[in-house]
């Protein structure tokens, strides 16, 4: 099973973002769903966070700006970004764990925001 994000790129500050994460090939259904981020010379820190049940979770610096939502038949999971600052810039990963618990990482997708 692989986790494939797409989306990333480069934006202006105050410009919007939307990145997906799919799995591919088999798996459970995932229990948790959610997006991280690492910026140069920084820990990889938690950005958010959905549970199969729909409720979310966001770090402090992206709330209000930030939505995570996903699609529970498909195994995806999106994070639509708006108002996005130079400090969002990073390489955003998504994390999954599946009813077994079972734990995925995406390869990650570089998000840069500059003018």
């Known amino acids: 099973v692989q986790l494939v994000e797409s989306g990333g790129g480069l934006v202006q500050p105050g410009g919007s973002l939307r990145l997906s994460c799919a799995a591919s090939g088999s798996v459970e259904s995932f229990a948790i769903m959610s997006w991280y981020r690492q910026a140069p010379g920084k820990q990889r820190e938690w950005v958010a966070t959905?549970?199969?049940?729909?409720?979310?979770n966001y770090v402090n610096s992206v709330k209000g700006r930030f939505t995570i939502s996903r699609d529970n038949g498909k195994n995806t999971v999106e994070l639509q970004m708006n108002s996005l600052k130079p400090e969002d810039t990073a390489v955003y990963y998504c994390?999954?764990?599946?009813?077994?618990?079972?734990?995925?990482w995406g390869q990650g997708t570089q998000v840069t925001v500059s003018s």
């Open positions: 994390y999954s764990i599946d009813t077994l618990s079972r734990a995925y």
């Open positions: 959905v549970t199969r049940g729909g409720n979310t």
